[in-house]
Every structure is written in C-alpha cells, then in structure tokens.
C-alpha cells in the first residue's frame, strides 16, 4: 500500500528525484513519477542532454518520456537518488556522483542479488543508505522502447542508521509514482525471499538460453533444482532467518517461474547482449557466504562457475 499522506512532506514531494541507471528499471520509474521529477544523473564521459525513449505501461497505451540527463552538482533540490544501475557497477558508479550530493540525500538501492548493497553501507556508513526489493518487471525489447511487462511491489528498508530516520520519507517520494510501495523493516529478509527466486531462476535461463518457464522443463533444471533448494535452506538457517523448508523454496521458485513464464531474465539478457551478469551477487553470493560460515555449497558453486563460463566464452566469440 502507499504511505500515508503527510501534510509535513509537502517540500520534499517538490523535490528532484535522481536516477543513477538508465536501464529498464530506471527508465520505469523516470516514466512513473511525476512529469519533471526525475532527472537521469550523468555517467562519466557522456555529453548527453536528454533521455528519450517510448514508454509502454501496463494499459498499452505507449507514450514519449523524455528525462533530461545531469551533473549531480548542477541540482540544488535533490530529494533522493534511486541507484539502478547493475550490481557489479554499483560502488564505482556511486563513488563517481556521491562526492557531489549533499550528506543527507537518501540513496536507495535497486540492485538484484545481494553484497552490492553491504558493500555501498561500508563505505558510506554515515550517509542514509536505503535498500529496495522489487517485483515490478520491466524490459527493453529495443533500444528506444521500456515496457511495463508486470505489476509488482516495491519494499524499501534502511541499511544505515540515518537510513532509518529517513525511511518513511523516502516511501513518500516514492510514492507519488503509479507503482505501489511500502515500508519493510525486515528488509534483510525480503532480499533473501528475492535472492533464492533469483538464485532458482536466473542462472537456468542463462545456461539454458530459454524463458523463464521452459526451465522447469529442463533435465538440467530438474536434475539440480531439489539440492540447489536444500543449500539455500542450509544457508538460510545458518544465517539465522526465518527459513521455509526446501519443497517450500522450489514452490515459490516455480510459482514465480510459472508467472512470468515468457520473461526473459535479466541474466539471460546478459548473456545474450555479452554484458556482465550479476551472477557474483546472486548464486556467487550463496557460495562465498556459506564458505564463510562453513558450509560447502556445490550447486551454487558450480552454477555460478557456469556462468561465468559462459559469459567468457560469449565475449571471446
């Protein structure tokens, strides 16, 4: 649900909202806020001016965004900056513009995955560091086209200490898009429910270059989706969560695998366009993690060095 309506908020609903990653999830919430909020921050080297680009939302009816590019200095109202860029690019992405913002602008991260988030709060432990996990789905069939290809929620929880205190502003701001958002204060938890669909999901899709539902008929899938499930499970409890059972994780994995069944992941997308994927902070995270607690994870192990695997053998092609 929305937050509630705060007359004290009034100024900060008047403020710009800037965008770090004008990938499809930032191009969605450009399109989604109010016309003139968001402003896409400026990446080094580009001399651009204005992001243009068809919108399509979930009633069809297509529409021209166009989103003016900036230099984080040159905004003086700043409200909240929105970080969409890719896991692996997130702490150089940020360590290129934060210099720029004032201390108290909140930063609310986007990533997929989990470590890129801890490894933006460690480095700026003073600054409001916010975290969000979203189901909202959106795609780039091409270049100049972002389509709205599925309503979800966005949750939104503090990393930091002055995160905490700005949480609840930062729902607001959010808040003023078409898309529902909602305070989370497990947000820990949260992240983990999205990291094991993710986890269950992407990397399938990847190796097998399908959609999102053709996994599940797959003998690669079907071989190591159960022992996959069963070392999310281990890691889970070893972290302390409140952890469902491993037929519980494959259901909530194929549920979503079912819903979203002619998707293409955004790992597959990687692997297809030859970018980096995020597989280092999704299944990679698993395997470092439970290393570091001491559990041996070979399904996660051996999925992430796929991958990876893949990627190198689609860049050297």
């Known amino acids: 649900m929305r937050a509630p309506h705060d007359p004290n908020l009034a ?3 008047q403020g710009k909202i800037l965008i770090l990653g004008a990938g499809a999830m930032g191009r969605l919430w450009a399109a989604s806020l109010p016309l003139g909020t968001a402003r896409f921050l400026r990446r080094a080297n580009s001399v651009a001016s204005d992001c243009q680009y068809y919108f399509r939302p979930l009633d069809g009816q297509q529409r021209t965004v166009t989103v003016t590019y900036c230099d984080a200095a040159d905004v003086v109202d700043v409200r909240l900056l929105l970080v969409t860029t890719k896991a692996p690019a997130t702490l150089a992405a940020l360590q290129d513009q934060l210099s720029a913002l004032h201390p108290s602008v909140p930063v609310v ?6 470590g890129s988030q801890q490894e933006v709060a460690r480095h700026w432990p003073d600054r409001p560091i916010l975290v969000a996990s979203t189901t909202e789905a959106a795609n780039r069939p091409a270049p100049e086209m972002t389509v709205h290809a599925g309503a979800g929620h966005t949750w939104v ?13 930062a729902v607001e701001q959010l ?3 078409r898309l529902t958002v909602s305070a989370e204060a497990d947000i820990h938890q949260r992240l983990w429910r999205k990291l094991v669909v993710n986890a269950g999901i992407n990397p399938f899709t990847a190796l097998l270059d399908c959609p999102n539902g053709e996994i599940l008929h797959q003998p690669l899938y079907r071989q190591y989706i159960d022992p996959l499930c069963e070392e999310l499970y281990q890691l889970m409890v070893r972290e302390g969560l409140d952890a469902p059972s491993p037929t519980e994780l494959r259901s909530t994995i194929e549920a979503v695998a079912h819903s979203t069944a002619a998707n293409t992941s955004s790992m597959r997308s990687d692997v297809l366009t030859g970018q980096t994927t995020e597989i280092d902070y999704i299944n990679g995270y698993v395997a470092r993690r439970g290393q570091e607690l001491g559990l041996d994870l070979p399904v996660n192990r051996m999925l992430t060095d796929s991958v990876k695997m ?3 053998h689609s860049s050297l092609g």
């Open 11 to 13: 100024q900060v609903r």
């Open 109 to 114: 991260l986007f990533q997929n995955g989990m």
């Open 157 to 169: 929880g503090a990393l930091t200490p002055l995160g905490q205190a700005c949480l609840h502003e």
């Open 175 to 177: 808040a003023q898009s």
């Open 310 to 312: 893949l990627t190198n």
